[in-house]
């Protein structure tokens, strides 16, 4: 199983970014979907989350109105448009798949991405 994540990069405070998330060997359209990121010295969190069941969405409140979640099925990937970004937004981005429903503990999560470096500068 790979999730591959992609679309880091270093932008300007107000820009934005969409990260990109294949997965390989899973099909996301059975799993829930999500985004993690992990600041330095920080704790890795959840900022946003697809269920397939309901299609029901979390979003943290750091970047809700500002982030959206998607999928495309046909191309089994999910992504994550970021706008208005922020210097705070600067983190490693992670995806990852789990069965079940949104939850916000990683170690729920039997399949992740290997990372993306977003870095946003003021």
């Known amino acids: 199983v790979q999730l591959q994540a992609s679309g880091g990069g270093l932008v300007q405070a107000g820009d934005s970014l969409t990260l990109s998330c294949a997965a390989a060997?899973?099909?996301?359209?059975?799993?829930?979907m999500a985004w993690f990121r992990q600041a330095p010295g920080k704790e890795r969190e959840l900022i946003a989350g697809?269920?397939?069941?309901?299609?029901?969405?979390y979003y943290a409140d750091a970047v809700k109105g500002r982030f959206t979640i998607s999928r495309d099925n046909a191309k089994n990937t999910v992504y994550l448009q970021m706008n208005s970004l922020k210097p705070e937004d600067t983190a490693v981005y992670y995806c990852?798949?789990?069965?079940?429903?949104?939850?916000?503990?990683?170690?729920?999560?039997?399949?992740w991405g290997q990372g993306t470096q977003v870095t946003v500068s003021s």
């Open positions: 060997m899973i099909t996301i359209s059975s799993r829930t």
């Open positions: 990852a798949a789990r069965n079940g429903m949104i939850d916000y503990r990683q170690f729920s999560y039997a399949y």
């Open positions: 697809s269920t397939r069941i309901s299609g029901s969405l």
